[in-house]
T-cell receptor, first 115, second 116 residues
Framework: AQTVTQSQPEMSVQEAETVTLSCTYD???????LFWYKQPPSRQMILVIR??????QNATENRFSVNFQKAAKSFSLKISDSQLGDAAMYFC????????????FGKGTKLSVKP | GAVVSQHPSWVICKSGTSVKIECRSL??????MFWYRQFPKQSLMLMAT?????????EQGVEKDKFLINHASLTLSTLTVTSAHPEDSSFYIC????????????FGPGTRLTVT
């Protein structure tokens, strides 16, 4: 069975600084997708970024980028120029390529942004 | 684009009654919809997966007779909590997958259920 591990329950960053959230996963599959979702206090889940396992290039979305290390089964999220609005729970998630797209979530990392 | 709505956003019901939660994809057709449950300060736990016109697939440990899921159209799925009890109080979130070419899911805003 696939598992997703987020080893940092809480992280803190100064506004305008950079922070990296860690995520590791375990799978024997070769076809899969990885995601980072953000859940602010409103509890609305927002897709931040996604990565297809077959792509070697790391995904980037504006201030958000990932470091995808397939061999190490690591998928970290880097947030540059942190803003107060980035404060939220961040969940790393995995989906099998051959499935209906069921997401397996990590336990989450609570990110605080200090002004 | 890719907006998912949920209704109601908050509901209080008495123990023993049933409550229905609706999940709609507003600007796309959802081949697959998912229902999650989230306890305070915890992650999302998948309850079931549903495809339009088919019976839902429930995760292990989820009572299918208690949590009835209907996916009547490509834009609507409903979750009915039958004979609710206080331990069913939780935050229920639905999500929808736009198609078979993408594994992205778009989430509804969630429904807070309180059973008294």
């Amino acid at each position: 069975a696939q598992t997703v591990t987020q080893s940092q329950p809480e992280m803190s960053v100064q506004e305008a600084e950079t922070v990296t959230l860690s995520c590791t996963y375990d799978t024997s599959e070769s076809d899969y997708y990885l995601f980072w979702y953000k859940q602010p206090p409103s509890r609305q889940m927002i897709l931040v970024i996604r990565q297809e396992a077959y792509k070697q290039q790391n995904a980037t979305e504006n201030r958000f980028s990932v470091n995808f290390q397939k061999a190490a089964k690591s998928f970290s999220l880097k947030i540059s120029d942190s803003q107060l609005g980035d404060a939220a729970m961040y969940f790393c998630a995995y989906a099998s390529g051959g499935s209906q797209g069921n997401l397996i979530f990590g336990k989450g990392t609570k990110l605080s942004v200090k002004p | 684009g890719a907006v998912v709505s949920q209704h109601p956003s908050w509901v209080i019901c008495k123990s023993g009654t049933s409550v229905k939660i609706e999940c709609r994809s507003l600007d796309f057709q959802a081949t697959t919809m998912f229902w999650y449950r989230q306890f305070p300060k915890q992650s999302l736990m998948l309850m079931a997966t549903s495809n339009e016109g088919s019976k839902a697939t429930y995760e292990q440990g989820v009572e299918k007779d208690k949590f009835l899921i209907n996916h009547a159209s490509l834009t609507l799925s409903t979750l009915t909590v039958t004979s609710a009890h206080p331990e069913d109080s939780s935050f229920y979130i639905c999500s929808a997958r736009p198609g078979h070419q993408t594994y992205e899911q778009y989430f509804g805003p969630g429904t807070r259920l309180t059973v008294t």
